[in-house]
């Protein structure tokens, strides 16, 4: 609670001498026992300083959310449970909420009745798990038992991404043996939106990623145009929306993921948008069963129960009870709750941006959500700029290269991010460009 409540006078990026003096923590491994007390107050002492103040509000990099109070409580919570999920027979009340958790969030995102899932540690692994699925059905089709014979010998299968994918689209190939540069790529406009017009042909053994929410730009791929011919194609689409696809939750900015609901899988993430705390993915399947036969474990001490089983969705066996704090999130929050934190973010995000145009900087995306992307000049004004920002204290940005300009993002992903946490960033944004 002290930690917490110091968050707003915190330098959001720690100090250099508090990074320095993490050196007190090192040593060789002590040769005897120390008390729970002394080795909680060298944390205290020694660990808070060296955060990032992630529940400060003025964290806009990556695509971070916040820990909710309701998320943050249960965490501790469920470490005192200390709750193995893999299993009903472990944790009864683990695998009950992870089971109401994962049907609020397919009913949040207006997925498909049946669809079914599994609380994984983000969305690259979720990227990873719904594309294991899709591996599966692909190979089945052909008669093929991807998971007992492996990929050698089988009927070879497509995949086709947007030129601006994520990265953890390429690691999750690359991790299912289908590589990470053995794909096809369909070229993107100047949002990172996939051209409808540019898509090769698509068939039953062919994997569509599509993506809602671009990391940079917030942009979506045109769902609507692309969905419909490339499922009567017989193709397998999968959506990366780690944050994009909680535009659905509210009604003001659903319009955006129309059509990413006729996929066959999706993955999402709970510690984006939905500031559930780390680490919290999601991924979700039409067909669960293609999720199962892809990630079922048997042994006869693994003794099943009459529900679904988490180990036989999700690729861990033991694994933390990461859905009570996604169900005590969403719990915590309602439907009004979530649409709340879409449209706040998104509407902050404009609010960055029209300042930062009014004092004549070039924003670079369509700020369709809840990313901006602002030059101050030239790449090195810049990243100057950016390295003056990130010194103040004050907020925190990152820099990216988007289509060859170097610029700052500001991703606005906290619920903790109020009006006054905008426009004092904003000012120090505006001090560390003109200094
Ligand atoms: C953040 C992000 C990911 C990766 O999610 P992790 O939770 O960091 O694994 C994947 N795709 C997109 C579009 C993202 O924004």
Redesign the pocket.
Known sequence: MDYLEAEDTRPVAPSPQAVAALKALRGPLPPGPTSPEAVLHLLREYGSPATVAKNSGRFFG??NGGCLPAALAASWLVSAWDQNAAQQVQSPVAIALENIALEWVIELLGLPEGTGGAVV???????FSALAAARHALCERSGWDVESDGLSGAPPITVVVGEEA?P??AKALGLLGLGRNRVVRVPADNQGRMRADALPHLDDRTVLCL?A???NTGAFDPAQAICPAARAAGAWIHV?????LWAAASPRYRHLTKGFEQADSW?T?G??WPNIGY?C?IALVRDPQALRAAMSIQAPYLVKGEQREPSDYSPELSRRARGVELWAGLRSLGRSGMAAIVERTSSYARRFAAGLRAAGYEVLNDVVINQVLVSFGSPEKTLRTIARLQADGTCWCGSTVWQGHTAMRISVSSWATSEDDVDRSLAAMLRAATE
């Open positions: 990556f695509v540690t983000g969305a690259t692994l979720a990227n994520h953890s689209v993506q929410g671009n990391v990366d929306g780690a944050f994009g993955a993430d510690h984006k680490d993915g």
